[in-house]
């Protein structure tokens, strides 16, 4: 490596640049390895190139910047600030997508309150009109009974009960029949959406979870669990008593 000069390293520094083999990372990695590599690395050419190929509207702005001059002096602490900057409107942008998500699942827990809401009332409705509709086949078989010859205390009480009945039998059972038959309806329609917005409740948690996610803060959390379990290990293993070895 002594024997190859700095103006062939500079040209394959300058190259991989140009032919995005490398990056900023790959920049300051290299800048470690040694002294004359971070004297190279340091140079306002290579920064000048990078700026120019993941800042474009620096390009724009210095369509033929001179890496000479006292305004490129500075090049590696525009890169970074312009860095800085760069992930700052990421970081929030990222943010506001997590703020857009986390209301999407408030509005899908809403929506599925409303469908419980929505099924309980239906099913407590096709309840009191399925009793309803049992009392009417009742008044139906008492007032058939009426026509056929029965002790007077039987007859007496399915007299009662069909005096009881202040609309037409007939009539009423079909249209309790009807209304029942809309209340499975409207029931099976609640269950089918609350599945849709179940599903979709489950898929923008998953997607919260996964924009949420932090390697390392979870590589804390998982590595704290993981010495519990040792130290829970430990534990035990001090507590078994082996039994002595026989000679």
């Known amino acids: 490596m002594g024997g190859v000069p700095d103006e062939l390293w500079r040209q394959i520094l300058e190259m991989g ?3 995005s083999k490398l990056n900023y990372k790959d920049l300051c990695c290299i800048s470690i390895s040694c002294r004359r590599l971070h004297r190279l690395s340091a140079e306002n050419s290579l920064w000048l190139l990078l700026l120019s190929s993941d800042f474009p509207s620096t390009n ?10 006292s305004t490129s002096a500075s090049a590696k602490s525009t890169y970074k ?14 943010r506001r ?9 408030l509005e899908f827990e809403r ?14 409705k096709m309840r009191a009109t399925a009793a309803e509709l049992s009392n009417l086949h009742k008044v139906r078989q008492a007032s058939v009974a009426l ?8 007859r007496g ?9 202040a609309v037409p039998v007939e009539s009423r059972v ?6 029942l038959k809309l209340c499975r309806q409207r029931i099976s329609g609640f269950d089918k959406a609350y599945r849709d917005e179940k599903r979709r409740l489950e898929m923008a948690m998953e997607q919260v979870a996964s924009m949420k996610y932090h390697p390392l803060r979870d590589h804390k959390l998982m590595s704290s669990g993981d010495k519990e379990c040792k130290k829970k290990r430990k534990k035990l293993k001090t507590s078994v008593i082996f039994p002595e070895k026989q000679w």
Do not use: C, D, Y
């Open 174 to 179: 079909h249209s309790l029949e009807m209304e």
């Open 157 to 165: 009480r399915q007299k009662q009960i069909v005096e009881q009945s």
């Open 97 to 105: 997508a997590v703020l857009r998500k986390e209301s999407e699942v």
């Open 147 to 154: 026509n056929v010859w029965q002790p007077e205390v039987i």
């Open 111 to 124: 929506k599925i309150k409303e469908i419980e809401n929505g099924l309980r009332q239906e099913t407590e």
């Open 81 to 94: 600030i312009k860095f800085e900057r760069e992930k700052s409107r990421k970081v929030a942008a990222h």
């Open 17 to 19: 640049i140009q032919n």
């Open 60 to 69: 724009q702005q210095n369509p033929n910047p001179n890496p000479n001059s």
